[in-house]
């Protein structure tokens, strides 16, 4: 006599959360600020993670970058996306993570503050000149006597020096355009920490009829020339843009932003960190300080960046200074890459998020010369060595987890839309049993291969919706699999129902 099905406990598809990430991890000061931070504030360990990264982000890139070998480099700015609902505290970690860029604006407005203002008087006295000079202009009589006041004009140009620019390293909800004529000002690089997705909406069109304007976005994440055109002005060329944006929203802003076809068709989402925190409220207990001796090494790591020289190259637009791997965390990382290329194939963990997974080696890259800025005083003359290489990768196997689950959110996880199209008809059916054959039948029309089929019955199954029947597929052939459905999908069901054919 067969024995019942066993199966799993239920676990919803709206109550998925992943495994939360555990702070001691990563070395450095990222690791140490971000755990106190944490504990200090009562908030989700990765969304102090997050916005610590992109602090340290925004000090050092442009100025670094992680050289694996002649031709293969990866920047230092990173794209995060942290999902949380509303009462988080998501802008007191993003004021705590900033103050040390914003206290470096402050100090460069001030030793900028007299020159800025010789600047304008002069403007304000050539402008003056310009003025005199031109009424002569009008009095003039003969071309060569206006030809001569016209260079004469043409010297107060000539004689007047540009401005000197406050430096910046933070920027708010801009358009693109805006973002790009910020950057040209800033050395081609600019960072946004924001606690809302305002961002996101720009991008999307909110000021352009809803015509999504990503080029800058896309091709700043990874330093690749743009030109952008403007309306009134010659167009603005960046030759190597760094740009850092680190996002910290509720989960129907990222929701939203999924109904764009171009935020995956055009490699926007693959280029983010993605992280879905368990929220803490209602388990939270009374803020504290963050240890003054940790504040003030995480604002001398931002700080020693930020007045790091450039190399000469970077002055002219050549080349940061390059930090390599020794020969074991070279060994770990290409074996990660094995591994990772791996899980791309049909069928594996990362078929379905293959723009994404194409770029995760990448990002352990960045993550760990992150790490290893704030661990030397010169990060360049030094190795990342096997340590923060493994504790970057070991990460990186909770990025895919967290990831996985942000897809799922927005819908664009085709397994588990497929998990729950299936899920819907056994809802509605109500069959004690079916066949994979008969699952298939029901959703081919958006999911013609019965891979896709298996992988999601896999996802129903681990989730304790439907359990197999081990004695299904023995016969002769292939018949198809049977499963048996959790009870608690369809009570008050009397007369036992034959599997589908």
């Given amino acids: 006599m067969p024995s019942a099905p066993r199966f799993a406990p239920i676990i919803p598809f709206e109550a998925q959360h992943p495994t939360p990430i555990l702070p001691g991890r990563l070395p450095g000061v990222i690791d140490d600020f971000a755990s106190a931070m944490a504990t200090a504030l009562q908030v989700p360990y990765e969304l102090a993670l997050a916005n610590t990264l992109g602090a340290i982000a925004a000090a050092g890139q442009g100025k670094f970058c992680v050289s694996l070998h002649e031709g293969y ?97 933070l920027a708010d909800d801009a358009t693109p355009e805006a973002l790009a004529e910020l950057m040209a000002q800033q050395k081609q690089r600019i960072a946004i920490l924001e606690a809302e997705g305002g961002i996101i909406d720009t991008l999307f069109g909110r000021y352009s009829n809803g015509v999504p304007n990503l080029d800058l976005v896309l091709k700043a994440w990874g330093g690749e020339p743009v030109r952008v055109d403007r309306r009134n002005s010659a167009p603005l060329r960046l030759d190597y843009p760094a740009l850092t944006m680190i996002l910290s929203v509720q989960p129907d802003v990222l929701a939203g932003a999924a109904q764009h076809s171009a935020f995956r068709g055009r490699g926007l989402l693959s ?48 080349g940061p200074h390059p930090i390599r791997l020794d020969d074991e965390s070279q060994e770990l990382w290409l074996q990660f890459g094995k591994r990772t290329e791996y899980a791309l194939r049909e069928g594996e963990q990362l078929a379905e998020m293959r723009d994404w997974g194409g770029k995760l080696p990448g990002q352990v890259l960045r993550i760990a010369g992150l790490c290893h800025l704030t661990m030397h005083a010169q990060p360049h003359q030094h190795r990342i060595t096997s340590a923060t290489m493994q504790a970057v990768i070991d990460l990186a196997e909770q990025l895919t987890e967290h990831t996985r689950a942000t897809y799922a959110l927005m819908g664009v996880d085709e397994t588990v ?22 699952a298939f039948e029901k959703v081919k029309g958006r999911w013609p291969k019965m891979d896709r089929i298996n992988a999601s019955l896999s996802e129903l199954e681990d989730r304790g919706f439907i359990a197999l029947d081990q004695q299904s597929g023995r016969g002769r052939g292939r018949p198809s699999r049977s499963y048996h459905v959790n009870p608690s999908l369809r009570p008050n069901v009397s007369p036992p129902q034959h599997a589908s054919k």
């Fill in 417 to 438: 839309e497929c998990a729950k199209a299936i899920l819907r008809w056994l809802a509605q059916d109500r069959p004690l049993s079916f066949t994979a054959r008969s």
């Fill in 271 to 318: 280029r983010f960190i993605c992280l879905r925190p368990k929220s803490l409220v209602g388990y939270r207990k009374p803020t504290t300080p963050v240890p003054p001796r940790i504040i003030a090494r995480y604002h001398l790591a931002v700080r020693t960046l930020l007045n790091y020289p450039e190399t000469a190259a970077g002055n002219r637009g050549l």
């Fill in 73 to 169: 480099t990866e920047p230092m700015n990173i794209y995060a996306v942290v999902i949380l609902p509303p009462g988080e505290r998501k802008s007191s970690v993003k004021d705590t993570c900033r103050a040390p860029l914003l206290a470096w604006e402050r100090e460069q407005e001030v030793l900028l503050a007299k020159e800025v203002r010789l600047a304008k008087a002069t403007q304000l006295v050539n402008e003056e000149a310009r003025r005199a000079i031109s009424a002569k202009a009008k009095r003039s009589g003969t071309p060569e006597a206006r030809l001569e006041l016209a260079k004469q004009i043409a010297q107060t140009w000539e004689a007047q020096a540009e401005p000197p620019v406050v430096p910046r390293l």
